[in-house]
């Protein structure tokens, strides 16, 4: 079946960089998805990459996709207390399935 | 683009009321999700339409929850009667290339 884990929570402090990981089980996923949400709003989509990259960076946020392992990750630089929110990652089996998330990387930032 | 509209943004119920949500999808979109999110299950697919049509609403938890597609630019969760247990926060979503959300109604039926 279509299953997306990835961890609960992440500590990190501010200033570092951040990694957040996903596991996938389909191999037919096109489209991989990092969406974000803060306290009390909705998921506001990060960024996405298509299943034939391997990499992805826009600013601070570089995704890294390993096909082979079925591996997806989420890399924060420079981690600031903005970035405080849930992390979720997900799927597109293909064009016309729905998308399967996971249930979502809680990242804490310490001072 | 206003992005995906929902409304109301919050609401409290009595149980055994009717409760309507409403979503306002991006123009153009052809999909359009409903979502259920809770601290026990976290985010669920409720049902989602393509072209106005259902395509799956195997995750509607029960009889009491019905949703429509009347045209493109409107959709409507109804929960009837409403139960303590329904309270969460209902998201909608639309897709064309990407899945954008909307803010989400926060329900709570006491």
């Known amino acids: 079946g279509e299953d997306v884990e990835q961890s609960l929570f992440l500590s990190v402090r501010e200033g570092d960089s951040s990694v957040i990981n996903c596991t996938y089980t389909?191999?037919?996923?096109?489209?991989l998805y990092w969406y974000k949400q803060e306290p009390g709003a909705g998921l506001q989509l990060l960024t996405y990459?298509?299943?034939?990259?391997d990499m992805k960076q826009d600013q601070r946020l570089t995704v890294l996709l390993n096909k082979k392992d079925k591996h997806l990750s989420l890399r924060i630089a420079d981690t600031q207390t903005g970035d405080s929110a849930i992390y979720f990652c997900?799927?597109?089996?293909?064009?016309?399935?729905?998308?399967?998330f996971g249930k979502g990387t809680r990242l804490h930032i310490l001072p | 683009d206003a992005g995906v509209i929902q409304s109301p943004r919050h609401e409290v119920t009595e149980m055994g009321q009717e409760v309507t949500l409403r979503c306002k999808p991006i123009?153009?979109?052809?999909?359009l999700f409903w979502y259920r999110q809770t601290m026990m299950r976290g985010l669920e697919l409720l049902i989602y339409?393509?072209?106005?049509?259902?395509?799956?609403d195997s995750g509607m938890p029960e009889d009491r929850f019905s949703a429509k597609m009347p045209n493109a630019s409107f959709s409507t969760l109804k929960i009837q009667p409403s139960e303590p247990r329904d309270s969460a926060v209902y998201f909608c979503?639309?897709?064309?290339?990407?899945?954008?959300f909307g803010p989400g109604t926060r329900l709570l039926v006491l």
């Open positions: 979503a639309s897709s064309g290339e990407t899945q954008y």
């Open positions: 389909d191999s037919s996923s096109t489209y």
């Open positions: 990459i298509f299943s034939n990259m």
């Open positions: 997900a799927e597109l089996p293909n064009r016309d399935d729905k998308i399967i």
């Open positions: 123009s153009g979109h052809d999909y």
């Open positions: 339409f393509n072209n106005n049509v259902p395509i799956d």
